[in-house]
């Protein structure tokens, strides 16, 4: 099967990148340097890249530009292939993360945790105990991203309860996706939040109170029940 050397696949970026490179660099710390190529440029190439031989280009990436660890995760995320193998290429990606940007478009682009969710699950799982920032990221949120479901929504809460949660973006990731929870699950966002077996850290659930407010799909009358019946609202 054919593909593109990553010479070429430089100059394609080059011919995509824009004005916003030191926008991105700016709201984005911890990455790689930027071209400022829009993340719908990047999809589209990543999806024709998963059409060739995805393979080759998964295991000759440099990946020493943002792009191009973007273009990683994307390519993952597209590729058809069975999932052993996609978890494997996952597996081997993982560790290469360590920015929010391509953290959460690679969950989101996951595509095979649709079709084999119970494989996809129990991958996650044996990063849950993880105390690396974006290992426990990428667990919140591909739980909020392909798990939110009747089938698995009280595996999730009680996942995101237990992650490690002492860095930054891994706690703005589990505040996320209970944010994101309590828009499919109110009911049962509801009663996880007030209850005494909530263990999320204080800045953990204040954050996540906050971004329920802040998404429209929330309704803020959630908000006040819980902190109206929470226990740590409780005046001594």
Same mark, same amino acid.
């Given at each position: 099967?054919?593909?593109?050397?990553?010479?070429?696949?430089? !100059?394609?970026?080059?011919?995509?990148?824009?004005?916003?490179?030191?926008?991105?660099? %700016?709201?984005?710390?911890?990455? %790689?340097?930027?071209?400022?190529?829009?993340?719908?440029?990047?999809?589209?190439?990543?999806?024709?890249?998963?059409?060739?031989?995805?393979?080759?280009?998964?295991?000759?990436?440099?990946?020493?530009?943002?792009?191009?660890?973007?273009?990683?995760?994307?390519?993952?995320?597209?590729?058809?292939?069975?999932?052993?193998?996609?978890?494997?290429?996952?597996?081997?990606?993982?560790?290469?993360?360590?920015?929010?940007?391509?953290?959460?478009?690679?969950?989101?682009?996951?595509?095979?945790?649709?079709?084999?969710?119970?494989?996809?699950?129990?991958?996650?799982?044996?990063?849950?105990?993880?105390?690396?920032?974006?290992?426990?990221?990428?667990?919140?949120?591909?739980? @909020?991203?392909?798990?939110?479901?009747?089938?698995?929504?009280?595996?999730?809460?009680?996942?995101?309860?237990?992650?490690?949660?002492? !860095?930054?973006?891994?706690?703005?990731?589990?505040?996320?996706?209970?944010?994101?929870?309590?828009? %499919?699950?109110?009911?049962?966002?509801?009663?996880? @939040?007030?209850?005494?077996?909530?263990?999320?850290?204080?800045?953990?659930?204040?954050?996540?109170?906050?971004?329920?407010?802040?998404?429209?799909?929330?309704?803020?009358?959630?908000?006040?029940?819980? %902190?109206?019946?929470?226990?740590?609202?409780?005046?001594?």
């Amino acid at each position: 099967m054919a593909h593109r050397e990553i010479k070429e696949i430089r !100059e394609e970026l080059k011919k995509l990148s824009g004005n916003n490179a030191e926008l991105y660099d %700016k709201l984005n710390p911890t990455a %790689k340097p930027s071209a400022g190529v829009r993340v719908p440029d990047l999809r589209k190439l990543a999806k024709e890249l998963a059409k060739e031989d995805y393979k080759w280009f998964l295991e000759n990436n440099p990946m020493d530009t943002f792009e191009l660890e973007m273009l990683q995760g994307l390519v993952i995320g597209y590729a058809k292939d069975d999932v052993k193998t996609i978890l494997a290429y996952l597996k081997k990606f993982i560790p290469h993360v360590h920015d929010w940007a391509v953290n959460d478009i690679t969950c989101q682009t996951f595509q095979i945790a649709r079709k084999y969710p119970e494989d996809a699950y129990k991958f996650f799982m044996k990063y849950k105990d993880s105390k690396k920032e974006f290992e426990v990221r990428v667990v919140a949120v591909m739980l @909020m991203s392909h798990f939110l479901t009747e089938e698995y929504i009280d595996r999730v809460l009680k996942v995101l309860d237990g992650l490690y949660a002492e !860095e930054y973006y891994a706690k703005m990731g589990i505040a996320w996706a209970v944010a994101t929870a309590a828009a %499919k699950f109110p009911e049962k966002v509801y009663s996880y @939040m007030i209850s005494t077996e909530n263990h999320l850290s204080d800045w953990t659930f204040q954050k996540s109170l906050q971004k329920m407010r802040e998404s429209y799909r929330v309704d803020n009358t959630l908000v006040d029940k819980i %902190k109206a019946e929470c226990h740590r609202f409780d005046k001594a």
